[in-house]
């Protein structure tokens, strides 16, 4: 008797933990966003090579414009990055790997959180040429704080060629 009261306890349990993530409602609201970079200045603060490959660390700023959704006004502020390089060499140009700690400072609040870049091919600008790349792809997940507490902004894109840097994702609030 007991390992029948056991056994149906076990089941209980079993099929409730199976059951509670489908019932739990999501607390937040997406709300589809788009961020626009402008006007990158880029610090080189520090450089070791290894071998072929390179590792370095930036500073970094852009103006942002963040068109949320819904809202007829764009949010606008600087974005602030700590970024980490890792630049291996190809027969043209060279792959980049970058991770950035990104502050979006916006009146009001921030959105702070970490971003990871990949560039395929990337050719260096010259005094003649704008950079360029085959192709890259970026990923951010930043947490607002003050007037953006609680809120969450998911963006980036997937492989794209060159072009100007676009974001596009969600903000939750």
């Given at each position: 008797m007991?390992?029948?009261?056991f ?5 209980i349990?079993?099929a409730?933990?199976l ?10 609201q997406k709300?589809?966003i788009t961020?626009?970079?402008s ?7 520090d450089?070791k090579?290894?071998?072929n ?15 949320v959704?819904?809202v ?7 974005a602030?990055?700590l970024?980490?390089i ?7 140009g ?6 950035d ?5 916006i ?12 560039l395929k091919g990337?050719i260096?600008?010259t ?6 790349y ?5 990923h951010?997940?930043l947490q607002?704080?003050d007037?953006?507490d609680g809120?969450?902004?998911?963006a980036?894109?997937?492989?794209l ?13």
């Open positions: 007991n390992k029948k009261i056994g149906i306890t076990i089941v349990m079993f409730a933990l059951v509670t993530p489908v019932l739990a409602a999501p607390k937040g709300v589809p961020i626009h970079f006007n990158q200045v880029q610090t080189l603060t450089e090579i290894t071998g490959v390179i590792h370095r660390v930036a500073d970094v700023t852009y103006d942002i414009a963040i068109d959704d819904g007829l006004n764009y949010y606008t502020g600087t602030v990055a970024r980490n890792l630049v291996v060499p190809r027969e043209v060279v792959d980049l790997v970058i991770k700690d990104y502050v979006f400072m009146d009001g609040g921030t959105f702070e959180g970490s971003a990871v870049i990949v990337y260096a600008p005094a003649t040429s704008p950079p360029d085959e192709r890259g792809k970026a951010a997940l607002g704080t007037a953006f809120q969450t902004i998911n980036g894109h997937h492989w060629p060159f072009g100007p840097i676009t974001w596009t994702g969600y903000l939750l609030k």
